[in-house]
């Protein structure tokens, strides 16, 4: 069983219309991701990735299609099913500076996954050794957001994340707001922690070079549509489709 | 046209930004790269007055012959939009939440002109257009939060070389687009940098970028220029341990099957990381993170020129024996 399916999956922020119109946000997509894989979604700015990363986690309603996850269909879940799939479910967003309140320190923010999932406080040792998976120490829990680099808040972020134990971690563009040194770290980390944790996870980014370094299968998001889909490798090498053959060169242009 | 001399920028007592000299000839385009938190943005931020309130600026920016700093803030203004325009680097704390895309790209253009209104409207349009934003309908009447971040990214692009600005500063103007777009953008910024004669500062951390669309590179590191040059120069020859560290960390395309899907071993990082303002050693900036630090990097460290236009602020620089730690 995958571990993410989607199939005859429709989107639109306006639905009634998209369905008298027949112009979708997001069209007819089908694809799965098996439990470990790691999937990489690139494709045109404003193609629909981060519509498509909030259907998945459920932040967005399902138009049309079905989403299942672990076997369970999204549109149907009841509230309890719901906050499990919250848990099962982690996203980490493109700047890590929005993604922590300005005001908590970072102690306090880290536990806020466990405190409204698992409706408990996490121990000071527990907090200390999720730091520690990220490579950051116990005294960082008393800083506040604005003493950290975007690199160590976006370690942080991702700490966050894995605190409730996810199995799918969703990832929406994690490192294109970190210059080259930092997006190295951060992209390492997200390799290693899944092989250890067996995570299932979807990286979207516009940046093939990122992509083509660390996922196993690619697809190519147009206009809401899936143009190309295949291994990494295949796609990227020796890509079939207009628009991955325009974005494979646009990106050999501005590579070192 | 732009002549930056003995800037210095301090917070709280500690220096964040310091330049001795930089100059920027009419068309010219250069281009700033280094770590987050190397002063990129407080450097372009203070040619417009807009470093954070808590900063101290001193020295000379002269734009034309116009001294910016201390000048008074309606004057800055008239010049901010008229002649110098700024891609700010975050697009989503930069746009008016509750004012439609169409007005705010509009306000950019009659601010500076008494176009009538149907001279504006076209103006938008045109610009939508120019910043490859499609279905111009929608864009006009949505408001932000309506759009992908490339989508905003694009309408503040739109906004600053709305007056066809002598001078734009772009601060990592491109971050949120895919590289279709991205190369779109940037071909956009050439023509017009050449046409219009606009000279162009543009900070990127994206070497390849930098190299593809300015001649010359600064690359900052403790708010000081650490090498500056020609692009192909500085990257194909860095001189300074800093520069070569930088290049080493840049992902690039793979190329290969080896090269592409989980090999993270090919992913390097400069050692260490940026300290916060204030914890910078004396001496060379980076010498606590190198490798190749000697006694000389503890006290200051004067430019020194490498070659004719290549400079650099490095006591023990890789020499032209030595291969660069450059693997592409
Ligand atoms: N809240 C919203 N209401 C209406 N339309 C929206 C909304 N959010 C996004 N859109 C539109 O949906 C389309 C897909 O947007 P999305 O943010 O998913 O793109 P993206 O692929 O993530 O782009 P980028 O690479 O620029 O982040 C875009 O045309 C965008 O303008
Ligand atoms: N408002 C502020 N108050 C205090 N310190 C600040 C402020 N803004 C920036 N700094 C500090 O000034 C230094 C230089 O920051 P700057 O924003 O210029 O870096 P940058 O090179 O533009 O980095 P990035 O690539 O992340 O944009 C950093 O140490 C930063 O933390
Ligand atoms: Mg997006
Ligand atoms: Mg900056």
């Excluded at chain 1, 519509?51 to 932040?59: A, D, S």
């Excluded at chain 2, 001399?5 to 281009?31: D, F, P, W, Y």
Aim: with cysteine; proline share 5%.
């Amino acid at each position: 069983m995958s571990h993410i399916d989607v199939k005859n999956f429709y989107f639109s922020y306006a639905p009634r219309s998209a369905r008298e119109t027949g112009i979708w946000t997001l069209s007819n997509l089908n694809f799965s991701v098996e439990a470990g894989g790691f999937l990489g979604i690139v494709g045109e700015s404003g193609s629909g990735k981060s519509t498509l990363i909030r259907n998945l986690c459920g932040l967005l309603p399902i138009t049309e299609g079905h989403v299942h996850i672990d076997g369970c269909n999204l549109a149907s879940l009841s509230a309890r099913e719901m906050i499990d799939l919250r848990r099962k479910i982690q996203l980490i967003y493109q700047n890590p500076k929005r993604s922590f309140d300005p005001r908590m320190r970072i102690g306090r923010s880290i536990s806020q996954p466990i405190r409204s999932l698992e409706k408990r406080a996490p121990s000071d040792e527990e907090l200390a050794n999720l730091l520690a998976s990220v490579g950051l120490q116990a005294e960082h829990l008393n800083r506040f957001p604005h003493e950290l680099s975007g690199g160590q808040l976006q370690r942080i972020a991702i700490a966050r994340a894995l605190s409730v134990r996810p199995g799918i971690l969703l990832a929406d563009e994690p490192t294109s707001a970190l210059d080259v040194s930092v997006q190295a770290q951060a992209l390492k980390m997200i390799a290693e922690l899944r092989e250890q944790l067996k995570l299932t996870v979807v990286l979207v980014s516009h940046d093939l070079a990122v992509v083509g370094r660390v996922t196993d299968s690619i697809i190519v998001l147009k206009d809401g549509v899936i143009v190309e889909a295949g291994n990494t490798a295949n796609v990227l090498l020796n890509p079939q489709h207009a628009y991955t053959q325009k974005l494979a060169e646009a990106a050999a242009v501005v590579s070192l | 046209m732009l002549i930056i001399e003995n800037l210095h920028v301090s917070i709280a007592g500690h220096t964040v930004a310091e330049v001795e000299k930089l100059e920027l000839a009419n068309g010219q385009r250069i281009g700033f790269v280094g770590e987050s938190g190397s002063g990129k943005s407080m450097i372009v931020m203070s040619i417009l007055g807009l470093q954070p309130k808590s900063a101290k600026v001193t020295g000379s920016i002269k734009f034309n012959g116009v001294e910016l700093i201390g000048i008074p803030a309606k004057k800055l203004a008239d010049i901010r939009g008229r002649l110098i325009g700024l891609v700010p680097q975050d697009p989503t704390k930069s746009l008016n939440p509750t004012m439609r895309i169409g007005k705010q790209i509009a306000e950019a253009i009659s601010l500076h002109s008494n176009a009538g209104k149907k001279a504006i409207l076209r103006r938008v349009r045109e610009l939508i257009d120019n910043v490859r934003l499609p279905d111009p309908d929608r864009i006009i009447k949505s408001y932000p939060h309506q759009l992908s971040g490339g989508q905003q990214q694009r309408v503040l692009i739109a906004i600053a070389i709305a007056c066809e600005p002598k001078l734009l500063i772009a601060d990592e103007p491109t971050t949120a687009l895919d590289v279709t777009v991205q190369g779109e953008i940037l071909n956009l910024l050439l023509t017009l940098s050449k046409e219009l004669d606009m000279g162009l500062l543009f900070v990127s951390h994206e070497l390849g970028v930098v190299r593809f669309v300015c001649q010359k590179v600064a690359v900052i590191y403790g708010g000081q220029v650490a090498e500056f040059g020609n692009a192909d120069s500085i990257i194909k020859q860095p001189a300074h341990r800093y520069t070569d560290a930088l290049i080493a960390a840049n992902i690039s395309l793979p190329r290969n099957e080896i090269e592409v899907a989980g090999n993270t071993n090919q992913l390097h990082s400069v050692r260490g990381s940026v300290p916060s303002i204030g914890e910078f050693p004396d001496g060379c900036r980076y010498r606590n993170r190198c490798d190749f630090a000697i006694d000389s990097c503890r006290s200051f460290v004067p430019m020194r020129q490498k070659d004719k236009d290549h400079y650099h602020r490095c006591c023990n620089p890789i020499s032209s024996a030595e291969k660069p730690n450059v693997t592409h």
